[in-house]
Structures are given as structure tokens and as C-alpha cells.
């Protein structure tokens, strides 16, 4: 099992950026997909970005291409989200996702989440 930590979200005015971070318990990181989603007020929450435990091309959902950056580094047990050029429409809480090796679908477990939001 692993337990996730989120940090990073705040207020910020629109055009800026944040650096979302999540940090992982345990010493099989680079075993696990990464991802992160997203829960605006009154929405479902969607996804957002995922890093592939294996390395590889990261995807993201369209709203958020080529603004937002998902990375990782195994070596701290951490996955980065930046996001520039933010836009009110990204205000939302946004949790820190992991799915181990072996698994697919859906991710099991999460981050208690981190609150971005974006003033206009």
C-alpha cells in the first residue's frame, strides 16, 4: 500500500502557475502509474495527467494540454504537476492518484487533495 501526500495549491490570479507536488510512501514508486484529477465545486472529478510507471509519453486531458506538465522523480518518491497559464476554469481540489504494477483501470489509491484557485 501507499500513502499519498499532496502540496502545493493556492490562490492564484489567472495567467499564472503553480507546481503541484505528491509525495509517496514506500520504496516501490517507480512501480506505480501516477496520475492526478481534479474535483471543481458541484462537478465529478475528472482527469487530469498520468505519468507511466514504466516511463513513456504522459497523458492529459485536453482541457489542460500543453498548459500543464505532469512529472516525476523516483528518486524522491514524488510527482510534480505545473501548471501555467491557469485559468479560472481550473479551480478545483486536486488529488494525487496511484495504481501499482499489475493493475489497470482504476487507480486505488489517493491523496487527500490540495485546493487550486484561480481568481479572474
Known amino acids: 500500500q501507499v500513502q499519498l501526500v499532496e502540496s502545493g495549491g493556492g490562490l492564484v490570479q489567472a495567467g499564472g502557475s503553480l507546481r503541484l507536488s505528491c509525495a509517496a510512501s514506500?520504496?516501490?514508486?517507480?512501480?506505480?502509474?501516477m496520475a492526478w484529477f481534479r474535483q471543481a465545486p458541484g462537478k465529478e472529478r475528472e482527469f487530469v495527467a498520468q505519468s507511466w510507471r514504466g516511463g513513456g509519453t504522459p497523458y492529459y486531458t485536453d482541457s489542460v494540454k500543453g498548459r500543464f506538465t505532469i512529472s516525476r522523480d523516483n528518486a524522491k518518491n514524488t510527482v510534480y504537476l505545473q501548471m501555467n497559464s491557469l485559468k479560472p476554469e481550473d479551480t478545483a481540489i486536486y488529488y494525487c492518484?496511484?495504481?501499482?504494477?499489475?493493475?489497470?483501470?482504476?487507480?486505488?489509491?489517493w491523496g487527500q487533495g490540495t485546493q487550486v484557485t484561480v481568481s479572474s
Open positions: 514506500g520504496r516501490t514508486f517507480s512501480s506505480y502509474d
Open positions: 492518484a496511484a495504481r501499482p504494477q499489475g493493475s489497470t483501470g482504476t487507480f486505488p489509491y
